[in-house]
């Protein structure tokens, strides 16, 4: 989504999180860990996943992770004991109870796939990551050339169809489909979530569809990081100070 003129920056931090009757919807990345040189540095953390476990007992099973990452990356990371995660920006969503649906791939993904490796080839520091449903070109590792990887996704994107989704330090090429915010209205239609006030917290431009989900829902928004125009009405300083309100939740 754009950020409109209705978006503010907000400053304030969350007041104590209070579970009854919440659904939280958690990005992963810049969220519950914190940004690492390159994607596979992101390894499980026994403080995070113990968070997420008691949370998600103490919400009877109402917590769910999206995040831009595939789902055997999420698993990965969170030590697969999260049921209920969106992957791919909302791409792919496995439910509570385990069940997966997802999107079919673009035809035009792998041709776009072998478009930013050539690139990429070119650019020494870039990393392409091919994640089925989307091709990422991540340019964290050579950040001067960052308008030339802008340019050539954009490039890409319009000779293949694919929909651009613009990251931290990342041009993201998807199968264009439903987002995040899609995510959280579906999973807020099934078990255990239904009838829950969605809490959706997030770092980056992608969050932004999951943020106004949740506001559009009866639910608010909590921003990750540094103040900029958003459609969370709530902020909390960085990783560690997410960590430390989920872990005090009440
Ligand atoms: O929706 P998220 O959970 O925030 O996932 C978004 C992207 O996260 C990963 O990339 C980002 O994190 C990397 C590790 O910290 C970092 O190196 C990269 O610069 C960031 O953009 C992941 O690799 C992507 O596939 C996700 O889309």
């Not at 078990?191 to 009866?218: K, M, Q, S, V």
């Amino acid at each position: 989504m754009t950020v409109t003129e209705l978006d503010f920056r907000p400053n304030a931090p969350p007041g104590p999180l209070a579970l009854a009757n919440a659904a939280l919807f958690l990005d992963l990345d810049g969220t519950l860990a914190p940004i690492a040189a390159l994607p596979q540095d992101v390894a499980p953390d026994p403080r995070r996943t113990a968070i997420l476990e008691n949370l998600m007992g103490r919400l009877e099973g109402r917590l769910a992770v999206v995040s831009g990452r595939t789902l055997a990356d999420i698993d990965r990371i969170l030590e697969g004991r999260v049921p209920a995660v969106a992957a791919v920006h909302g791409l792919v969503l496995r439910g509570a109870d385990g069940a997966v649906t997802q999107t079919e791939p673009h035809p035009a993904l792998p041709q776009a796939v072998a478009a930013l490796r050539l690139f990429a080839a070119d650019h020494p520091g870039m990393l392409v990551e091919d994640k089925l449903l989307s091709a990422t070109l991540h340019y964290r590792g050579d950040p001067e050339h960052g308008q030339a990887a802008r340019a050539e996704a954009e490039r890409v994107a319009a000779l293949t169809g694919l929909a651009v989704q613009p990251g931290d330090m990342v041009m993201e090429l998807r199968t264009p489909g439903p987002t995040k915010g899609d995510s959280v209205e579906a999973f807020l239609a099934l078990a255990p979530f239904n009838g829950a006030t969605p809490i959706f917290l997030g770092d980056d431009l992608t969050d932004e569809d999951g943020f106004a989900a949740a506001r559009r829902l009866g639910g608010f928004g909590v921003l990750v990081g540094p103040a900029r125009p958003t459609a969370a009405q709530l902020r909390l300083d960085d990783v560690a100070a997410a960590l430390a309100w989920l872990e005090a939740a009440r």
